[in-house]
């Protein structure tokens, strides 16, 4: 079973920053694959972004490019999103999650979940 602890969630005002941090533990997840999904309040669970293990290929949602970078580090088996330029929009609860490079943004196709990690912007 593949556990997953997020971290470095908080309260922020509006144009500044965090990292979050998803620690990979227990035996080797099946997929290939590691994303960050966000749930807000009354909204469904929705993709942000998504990193390939093997090759570090990288995939956003448009609302974060530019604005948020995923990235991993193999000997610690974490996984990291910096969050850069924050807006209220991105309050949410962050969630990483195992899964699939052809099936990357799909809740549904994921394997594992992280318990999750609250992010809140204010205006």
């Known amino acids: 079973q593949v556990q997953l602890v997020e971290s470095g969630g908080g309260l922020v005002q509006a144009g500044g920053s965090l990292r979050l941090s998803c620690a990979v533990s227990?035996?080797?997840?099946?997929?290939?694959?590691l994303e960050w999904f966000r749930q807000a309040p009354g909204k469904e669970r929705e993709f942000v972004a998504a990193?390939?293990?093997?090759?570090?290929?990288?995939y956003y949602k448009d609302s974060v490019k530019g604005r948020f970078t995923i990235s991993r580090d193999n000997a610690k088996n974490t996984m990291y999103l910096q969050m850069n330029s924050l807006k209220p929009d991105d309050t949410a609860v962050y969630y990483c999650?195992?899964?699939?490079?052809?099936?990357?943004?799909?809740?549904?196709?994921?394997?594992?979940w992280g318990q999750g990690t609250q992010v809140s912007v204010s205006s």
């Open positions: 990193i390939r293990w093997t090759t570090s290929n990288t």
């Open positions: 227990g035996r080797t997840f099946s997929g290939d694959t």
């Open positions: 999650a195992t899964s699939s490079w052809m099936r990357i943004g799909v809740p549904s196709a994921v394997g594992s």
